[in-house]
């Protein structure tokens, strides 16, 4: 399905964040990972990565919860908990967005499933592309090219 006009607002599930999208992803992603599937109680996380002048919170405050490494930051509501985004440092170009926390997700569909290896048998994407954990640095450029034409 066609990304429908942007910008495209969200929110966590009670309404006290609200974010805004006004960039079409880069890529879009489900990860099987344990660390997401336990943060999303489900059997994988759907992403999309957002250029990150395409992305901001316009109410309320996220808070970091799930992991507070140095490397990686998930962004939830303090009130309803939910997952609304992660920033990765060092890679200040996107935010990854979880698509489902849009007004309108319906466009969504992943085009990359990562740690396929942890993957619970019954969980399909229908992601055209597949990777035991993540793809290696130099496939993106190419992953988002092609998704890019295939979106």
Known sequence: MPMPALPLD??????????????????????????????SASAYS??????????????????IGGVHGEDVHHYHCDYCKSWIFSRMAGMDF?????????????????????????????????APHAYPEFPPMDAYEGLMRDYAAWR
């Open 10 to 39: 969200g929110s966590c599930r009670c309404g006290a964040i609200r974010i805004r999208i006004s960039k079409p992803p880069m890529i879009t992603m489900a990860c099987h990972c344990r660390g997401c599937q336990k943060m």
């Open 46 to 63: 759907c992403s999309a990565a957002i250029p990150s002048d395409g992305f901001e919170v316009i109410a309320g405050k996220p808070f």
């Open 94 to 126: 996107f935010v990854n967005v979880r698509p489902t926390m849009l007004d309108d997700a319906t466009w969504y569909a992943p085009f990359v499933e990562t740690y396929t290896s942890t993957k619970l048998a019954f969980a399909e994407t229908g």
